[in-house]
Structure formats: structure tokens, C-alpha cells
């Protein structure tokens, strides 16, 4: 082997251990470059093969010869008798192409299929449309759409975040990474909590408005490991960590449960709940509440029901007992028919029924309801009730049945019904 063989073998390797690349792959790519090279000089083959003796660095050219279907059916030796030169000058501009090349896709192949997991890095620059973050030897993309609103993130700052995409590019890999992700939570708490990383414990669902509040409901594999308490850890270390690093985002720890009653009552927590209606059909659970817990239940600006709705994958409607008792006895134990007051296109106001059919003019509205006053017996129930004599339940029949065919006793009727 000469000296200038031995110097390029060992500045090749010297490279090779410096950038993390094999020797081989370099070989192979000045190789290719330098077959380039030979076409481009005259009365060059057609097809060509370049070799490079790993031990010795030597350098050959083979010209080919093939048939149609491509294989070779003579070669022999076309190496320049200047290619070293030729060589030297190649081998630099491949060398650092492909170790460009190689250094990309060490870059990807280290962050490709870690979509889901979360990173830590120092903010280099930040402004309207997005903030980068260096992560070490790649740097990652934080965009506007993926940050927390109130969230400000200061020049030099470490800050966790939840990687979302991982694209291939011609300058290397583009890391996208988010502050709002719900995975984000998941991830925190994998990282503050061993059972969860060891899954003994399990997070079954989340739900989270950034930069306010986080729900989530835990599972426990171990029946002698209470998930919640895991989850919180001694006063509240371990949630208290999560907290910190969302910059005071309040997290609830609630038990999942397989029994949807139970877990929307737990959802809704802090309030207690006292009773839960469903409907499969429709997918909306009815939650009943004491009166003087509906507003902790609904939350400031119904946060609170919102995120337990997401949660647990129902329509939550919240009602207090109150509420629930007057809808079920109705307005004074009447039923109304449902329907609205419309204006016809003679301009006179008339009933619509909500199921359709003709409309009913005012008048004829007040005269129905006048017609059934005395049918329905409405004056006769009304005085056991109150105790009243017979006598005076006489006198309202009569004072009932001059009112059947005026304006005003209608009206009365009206209000009394």
C-alpha cells in the first residue's frame, strides 16, 4: 500500500468514527460518485464498475459489456491513468455529501415512530407563528396552533413537549411537537408516576382545555394499588409535578369504572352526584344534583360538564331537584301543547303546532279553551280541595256557565285553567 493510500484510509476511518458513519457506506458512496467521474472523460465504456480495495485503498475502473438482458459478458480494466487525481478531487465533495446525507437520516431514523412521545428541550427562538426548541442535535417545531394560549415561553427555558409528527425533509427532519395535546398528560404522568410506566396502573381516558383544566380517569390492575392515590402520590407530590410543569393547570384524578352511572358520578367530581338517568338511545346521561351544587356540577362556563362529558363519552344535561321536580309535575300539573305563535298572511296571529296540521286563529284558540273549561270539570275539582261549601261550588258552575258565550268569563276561565 503507498502513503497516499494509507493516508486516505485512515482520514476515511478517522471520519467514519467521528460522524458515526461505516466505513463501508463510504466506500460505496465515493465509489458510485467516482464512476460519474470516469463517464464523464472520453473514449470512457458505456458501463463501468468502480472497486476500492478496503485494505490497500487501491483504486480500479472496470469497463462492461452487456447483452440485453444485462448481464455482463465482458470487463476489463479501463482504470485512467490520471484517475487518482481524478479520485482525490471526487472523493472530498462525495465524502461530505453523503456524510450530510447519512447525518439526515441518522436524525430521522432516531426520532421516526416516536410519534406519541415526549421531549425536552431549551427555547431558541420564538415569535407570532411558532417556537423552536433544540433538542440536542435536531431542533424541533412548535407552532402557534399547538401552544397554550396563555403559555409564554422565555429564550433559554427547558420545556417538555409531546411530539406529534416526525417529517422527512431534504435539510433533515422536521420534529412537530405540542403543549396542548391531551398525550401530553399521559406522558407527564408516566414520567412522575412508576405504576403507570409499569402498568400496574393504567390511564383509560382524558380530557383537557390547556392552560385551565385536565381530567382523567385511572385504572388499576393491581387490586392492591388504589389508582387515584398512585396518581396524586403523598400529598399531592406527584400530581403537584404535572401541575408545575403545565404552569398551574389543575388536574383531576378520578376511578374509572366500567359502569357508566359510576363513572359519570365520578367524573363530575368535585360535586356529588345524587342520581343518573340514561338514555341509550339518544347517548345523553340526565345527572340530578342538589340544588346547591348545580353550579359547582356545571363549572365556571360549564367547564366542569364539559370535560366530564368528554370523559366519559356521554351528553351530559345537569339538573338540579328542583328543576327535575317542575319539569315532572309540569307548569301547575298542566300539559301544553307544543307549538308557536306565528303571523298568517293576513297578518292575524295564529297557533302552529309543533307536529304540523292546521293552524288555530286566537279566537278560535279562547273558544276551545272555554268549550273544555266546564268539560274537564276544572271548578268542581277545585273544591275539595280547598274545603269550600257545596254551596259555593253551585254558585261557580253557574258563574261557569254565563261565562260560556262572552269575551271576559272566557278569559277568566283561561287564567283559572
Aim: net charge negative; glycine share 10%.
Amino acid at each position: 500500500m503507498s502513503k497516499t493510500n494509507f493516508e486516505f484510509l485512515d482520514a476515511l476511518g478517522q471520519i467514519a468514527r467521528d460522524k458515526g458513519i461505516s466505513v463501508e457506506t463510504l466506500l460505496d458512496a465515493l465509489a458510485n460518485a467516482l464512476v460519474a467521474a470516469y463517464k464523464r472523460s472520453p473514449d470512457s465504456a458505456e458501463e463501468a464498475v468502480v472497486t476500492i480495495d478496503p485494505e490497500s485503498g487501491e483504486i480500479r475502473v472496470y469497463g462492461q459489456e452487456l447483452d440485453d438482458e444485462g448481464n455482463v459478458v465482458r470487463e476489463w480494466d479501463d482504470t485512467p491513468d490520471d484517475f487518482g487525481r481524478i479520485a482525490a478531487q471526487t472523493a472530498k465533495q462525495v465524502i461530505l455529501q453523503r456524510i450530510r446525507e447519512v447525518e439526515r437520516d441518522l436524525k430521522y431514523e432516531e426520532y421516526a415512530g416516536r410519534e406519541g412521545d415526549i421531549v425536552t428541550g431549551i427555547v431558541q427562538q420564538t415569535d407570532n407563528r411558532y417556537t423552536l426548541l433544540d433538542l440536542g442535535k435536531v431542533e424541533a417545531l412548535l407552532p402557534q396552533a399547538e401552544q397554550v394560549s396563555y403559555e409564554r415561553y422565555e429564550h433559554g427555558a427547558r420545556l417538555k413537549a409531546y411530539i406529534v409528527e416526525v417529517r422527512k425533509t431534504t435539510k433533515g427532519p422536521q420534529i412537530v411537537v405540542s403543549r396542548s395535546h391531551p398525550g401530553l398528560i399521559k406522558r407527564l404522568f408516566e414520567l412522575e408516576v412508576p405504576e403507570i410506566s409499569s402498568g400496574a396502573v393504567e390511564i383509560k381516558a382524558a380530557a383537557r382545555e390547556p392552560g385551565h383544566r385536565t381530567k382523567i380517569a385511572v385504572w388499576s390492575n393491581d387490586p392492591n394499588i388504589d389508582p387515584v392515590g398512585a396518581c396524586v402520590g403523598a400529598r399531592g407530590s406527584r400530581v403537584r409535578m404535572v401541575t408545575n410543569e403545565l404552569r398551574g393547570e389543575r388536574v383531576d384524578v378520578v376511578p374509572f369504572s366500567d359502569d357508566p352511572v359510576e363513572l359519570i358520578q365520578s367524573a363530575l367530581a368535585p360535586a356529588r352526584v345524587r342520581e343518573v338517568r340514561l338514555d341509550d338511545q339518544t347517548g345523553t346521561a340526565t345527572v340530578v344534583v342538589s340544588d346547591y351544587q348545580l353550579s359547582l356540577a356545571i363549572g365556571k362556563e360549564g367547564q366542569n360538564a364539559r370535560l366530564a362529558a368528554r370523559l366519559t363519552g356521554w351528553r351530559i344535561d345537569i339538573k338540579s331537584e328542583t328543576q327535575l321536580a317542575e319539569e315532572e309535575a309540569g307548569y301547575n300539573g298542566e300539559e301544553w301543547a307544543e307549538g308557536e305563535w306565528v303571523e298568517n298572511e293576513a297578518g292575524e296571529m295564529v297557533w302552529q303546532p309543533a307536529e304540523g296540521g292546521e293552524a288555530v286563529s286566537a279566537s278560535e284558540w279562547t273558544q276551545a279553551a272555554t268549550d273544555e273549561a266546564p268539560a274537564d270539570g276544572a271548578p268542581a275539582a277545585e273544591v275539595p280541595a280547598d274545603g269550600a261549601p257545596a254551596a259555593e261550588a253551585d254558585a261557580g258552575d253557574q258563574a261557569g256557565d254565563a261565562g260560556a258565550g262572552g269575551d271576559e268569563p272566557a278569559a277568566a276561565a283561561e287564567g283559572g285553567a
